[in-house]
């Protein structure tokens, strides 16, 4: 069964600064997705950022990019240039590639901005 | 419109009671799940269903069953609800080819 580690309940930082939320996960599949998922206060499931197993290219969404490091089983978000609306839960997520896709979440990463 | 709804958003019952949290989607997707959210545990996967037919149990399923009565609708029931499946509770649906789930925007249940 695959699992995902996230190893920061919570973090800060301030605003027009830069985080990096961490992530792990354990699997023995070769071809699956990795999602980094925005959870705000109205607890809408925000699809941030994705990657695919088999791209080498890390994946970049405007100020939310991913470091994939996919012999260490590592997927970490970076945010930029933080802003107050960047504030919300953040779970990082896998699933199998083939028919049998699931999510499987880790217990997320409680990110504040400040002012 | 929301392409996936669940209902209700909100909902507090009591022990014991039979509740059932519904879902819906204008996606046309053959697969929905259902999970459940608890503070510090993330998301985890009660039920899965890739088809009409096909319902499959996740890693908690006691206490739960569902029912897909459509493609486009599945259901979550607790037979007898308890304290402990007070939760927020997300249904979520994808394509046989999306590389994404798309989530309802939740149902808050509260067992008094």
């Known amino acids: 069964a695959q699992t995902v580690t996230q190893s920061q309940p919570e973090m800060s930082v301030q605003e027009a600064e830069t985080v990096t939320l961490s992530c792990t996960y354990d699997?023995?599949?070769?071809?699956?997705?990795l999602f980094w998922y925005k959870q705000p206060p109205s607890r809408q499931m925000i699809l941030v950022i994705r990657?695919?197993?088999?791209?080498?290219q890390n994946a970049t969404e405007n100020r939310f990019s991913v470091n994939f490091q996919k012999a260490a089983k590592s997927f970490s978000l970076k945010i930029s240039d933080s802003q107050l609306g960047d504030t919300a839960m953040y779970f990082c997520a896998f699933a199998s590639g083939g028919s049998n896709y699931k999510l499987t979440f880790g217990k997320g990463t409680l990110l504040t901005v400040n002012p | 419109d929301a392409d996936v709804t669940q209902t209700p958003r909100n909902r507090i019952t009591k022990t014991g009671k039979r509740i059932m949290l519904e879902c819906s989607q204008t996606k046309g997707h053959d697969r929905m799940y259902w999970y459940r959210q608890d503070p510090g545990l993330g998301l985890r996967l009660i039920y899965y269903?890739?088809?009409?037919?096909?319902?499959n149990k996740g890693e908690i399923s006691d206490g739960y069953s569902v029912s897909r009565q459509a493609q486009a609708k599945f259901s979550l029931s607790l037979e007898s609800a308890i304290p402990n499946q007070t939760a927020l509770y997300f249904c979520?649906?994808?394509?046989?080819?999306?590389?994404?789930?798309?989530f309802g925007q939740g149902t808050r249940l509260t067992v008094v």
């Open positions: 269903s890739f088809d009409v037919k096909d319902i």
């Open positions: 990657q695919e197993a088999y791209k080498q």
């Open positions: 979520a649906t994808r394509g046989t080819l999306d590389t994404e789930a798309f």
């Open positions: 699997t023995s599949e070769n071809n699956y997705y």
